[in-house]
């Protein structure tokens, strides 16, 4: 007997549980997809974060090709020297 009278009482957090389900199914669909919706793509949105290291990455990347070719275009041949002069 003291089982059933024990199953009865119901905890707090099952009654604010019910509390919120019942709130949940009075929205409107349109609402409810709206909702996930939004909840979705913000979920899968690129952030600013990221945007700006990919930005980064090829900027670091234009300035190493152009030192690359800068410095070994520019220490190779002196002006001033004719290669028949002996």
Known sequence: MGRKDASTTKLPVDQYRKQIGKQ???KTKPI???TKL???AKRTAIGIKEVGLVLAAIL???LAF???FYLRL???VDPDLDPNED
């Open 60 to 62: 670091a990347l234009l």
């Open 24 to 26: 949940d199914y009075k």
């Open 74 to 76: 520019s220490t190779g």
């Open 66 to 68: 152009y030192a690359f």
């Open 38 to 40: 939004k909840a979705e």
């Open 32 to 34: 409810l997809r709206a």
